[in-house]
């Protein structure tokens, strides 16, 4: 019988069976006796508990996924690194795989792809706003509850490092199937690895196959470096054009020409669910091996034969309840009960209006537009939605929402209402933001107590430290007078005095980028400390401007280096924007280009033949206002926010009236319409 079945752990969790098995650790439920709740449990393996390698990656999984807090994404809500025994303690999935979902449905609806997709991009754009790069995002690691919330799992080989170059025979790297070019070859990892990932997810969701099978790993392998899938649209016709682009551009070979964020997929995916006829222009010529649409060569698919084999994945870890087959069904009833629903519902609907039917309706018919998860001030800056909808606001209370979140929407997406309908928005006010008080030297039991007092959460991690006494606070993370807020996580590190072992702090650490300090400092044994971001900085974000203790400093093994770290706020950035010029004018204009007042830029362009005008700045902290004019009429005013950087934002087009001298348009001139941003 299984040794941890039947035993409760730190006397609050009550293991009850044994839901799984992965690389380096069992996955147990369990029931939480204090929060009166089911978890789940991950134990890291006892033939493990003294390799320092495993121990770090078990430890970089519960620190990346502490840091992280979406709804999209396994919750944590304990750790424990004691000297006998590490473990993990999360949310209990009541779902299945993703993997299993694909197996049982073969090519599942590509309407059903896309809400799937979007909510894993959802969880990977927050990731990699942390830093934190997933490595392993595959079908089997992603839980699918009996709603259809996807959730992402097991960070297990995550790493805040992106400077990763293990070669495949080093360590485990992700399962073969799905892992980028450049993380076969052990290149240099970015968050873009996760796209390529992502997109292999969607191909297999679209298509009911893998887009590279063979025989070993090593085939595989050699494959993602190397060769051309076939087309999804070969394999399932039924696939829109638009959105095979989008998979497509997603497993481009080349990280460059992939997607660059998790943000800018979502935004091409959600253009697509409004418009599933739409095609997308990537660039096909600039990306060699490209298997082009429309009169390009086919691809030589017969070499892609041989039986899918999973036995030999590198690594298969992901938290999973045994009601796999029953979860399936339950979501196939769910959908089936929701198409008799609104059945029912355009049954009601069309008994009530057949006169007006009948009758005729001149009044223009909108499809309500998705609203929810968009900022209210995004909302009102949109000329569309203002033109066609008339809003109203109340407030609404979420701390996991970014404030000015829109949390709900009257009408609903999808429903076809008249122009001009009253719209309700559920705006999600500020949150409270705290202070962190400095515990050091703090009893836990003290710094606890002021936690709770001030409504934040804890976890608690031990530390080797020469200084502080054992079981008082060294540190926190964030770090003391940082602003969070109210009811987030603050990780307490307590001291286990001095370790037996002493390390130096590594050289030459200054100037380099907070992701290979951080990975140097974890490999000389100790551990990343409170990490204070400076706004006044002129070096680019994310540079290290210091330590604590200094490079060089002999210290006990595993005690905690803090650091000071450049925001980039303080840097100088270039910021461009690319904007749209009216189409309807045929005539050569004067375009000026003023900066906060001050004439930048003065040329001739003929909007009929030129379509585009970029426009790009230089500064550092300031928010400057771009005023664009056309024949000397305002056309466009933007913001550049050189602090925060990102894409300038429009405030307010214009239309302007300029009449044709003779170019390309009609002899009686035209009227300029408002441009809308790229």
Do not use: C
Request: avoid cysteine.
């Amino acid at each position: 019988m299984d040794k941890f079945i039947g035993k409760r752990l730190d006397g609050k969790y009550e293991i009850h069976d044994l839901l799984g098995v992965g690389g380096m650790a069992y996955v147990y439920r369990a029931y939480d006796r204090v929060e009166d709740r089911w978890v789940a449990i991950k134990i890291l393996k006892e033939e493990f508990s003294d390799n320092s390698d495993f121990l770090r990656r078990f430890r970089n999984e519960a620190k990346a996924i502490t840091l992280l807090s979406h709804p999209n994404i396994v919750e944590v809500f304990d750790v424990s690194f004691g000297d006998r025994l590490q473990y993990i303690v999360m949310e209990y999935i009541d779902g299945i795989s993703l993997k299993e979902y694909i197996e049982q449905e073969g090519a599942i609806r590509w309407q059903e792809a896309v809400h799937f997709t979007s909510q894993i991009l959802l969880a990977l754009e927050h990731a990699h706003s942390k830093g934190i790069i997933h490595r392993d995002i595959k079908p089997q690691n992603i839980m699918l509850l009996q709603d259809g919330t996807i959730k992402v799992a097991d960070f297990g080989i995550a790493r805040f490092s992106q400077s990763d170059t293990q070669t495949m025979t080093d360590k485990a790297i992700g399962s073969v199937h799905y892992i980028a070019p450049e993380q076969a070859r052990g290149d240099y990892i970015t968050d873009k690895a996760d796209i390529y990932s992502l997109g292999v997810v969607l191909y297999e969701m679209l298509t009911g196959r893998l887009p590279f099978v063979a025989e070993n790993a090593v085939s595989v392998a050699l494959m993602q470096l190397q060769a051309k899938p076939a087309q999804p649209r070969e394999l399932n016709p039924n696939i829109p054009r638009g959105l095979e682009q989008i998979t497509m551009h997603a497993m481009e070979k080349n990280p460059v020409n992939r997607f660059q964020s998790a943000g800018e997929m979502l935004d091409d995916l959600d253009r697509f669910r409004r418009s599933p006829a739409m095609t997308f222009h990537y660039d096909y010529q600039a990306q060699p091996g490209y298997n082009a649409p429309q009169g390009m060569n086919a691809y030589d698919n017969s070499r892609f034969t041989p039986a899918y084999d999973d036995s030999y994945e590198y690594e298969e870890e992901f938290v999973r309840s045994r009601r796999g087959a029953r979860g399936a069904m339950a979501i196939k009833g769910i959908l089936a009960a929701l198409i008799i629903v609104g059945l029912t519902v355009g049954a009601v609907w069309l008994l009530n209006n057949w006169e007006t039917l009948l009758e005729g309706d001149e009044t223009e018919q909108l499809e309500m537009p998705p609203l929810v998860g968009m900022l209210y001030e995004e909302v009102i800056g949109n000329e569309e939605y203002n033109a066609n909808f008339k809003f109203t606001t109340t407030e609404g209370n979420d701390p996991d929402k970014r404030p000015g979140e829109i949390l709900k929407q009257t009408p609903n997406a999808g429903i076809m209402v008249k122009k001009g309908r009253q719209v309700e928005l559920m705006v999600n006010g500020q949150i409270e933001q705290v202070e962190i008080p400095d515990m050091k030297d703090y009893s836990q039991a003290d710094a606890i107590a002021l936690l709770k007092q001030l409504n934040l959460k804890y976890k608690s991690e031990d530390v080797a430290d020469d200084e502080v006494d054992v079981g008082r606070i060294v540190s926190t993370d964030p770090a003391a007078f940082s602003k969070v807020d109210a009811g987030s996580i603050v990780i307490l590190r307590v001291s286990k005095g001095p370790a037996k072992k002493k390390v130096k702090v590594p050289d030459n650490l200054k100037g380099q980028l907070l992701y290979n300090v951080t990975a140097t400092l974890e490999d000389a044994g100790l551990t990343v400390g409170s990490i204070t971001y400076d706004d006044e900085s002129s070096e680019g974000k994310d540079i290290v401007l210091s330590l604590n203790p200094e490079s060089g400093t002999e210290v006990s093994e595993g005690a905690t280096v803090d650091l000071i770290v450049s925001s980039g706020m303080g840097a100088e950035k270039t910021l461009e924007k690319t904007i749209s010029l009216p189409q309807s004018i045929h005539a050569d204009v004067t375009l000026k280009v003023y900066r906060n007042g001050n004439l930048e830029e003065n040329t001739t362009v003929n909007p009929a033949y030129s379509g585009t005008y970029r426009v790009a700045f230089t500064g550092t902290t300031s928010v400057d206002t771009v005023i664009i004019t056309l024949n000397d009429q305002p056309y466009m005013e933007l913001s550049f926010d050189f602090k925060n950087g990102g894409e300038p934002t429009v405030v307010q087009t214009h239309e302007v009236n300029i009449p044709s001298t003779g170019g390309a348009g009609d002899e009686d001139g035209g009227t300029g319409d408002g441009g809308e941003e790229e």
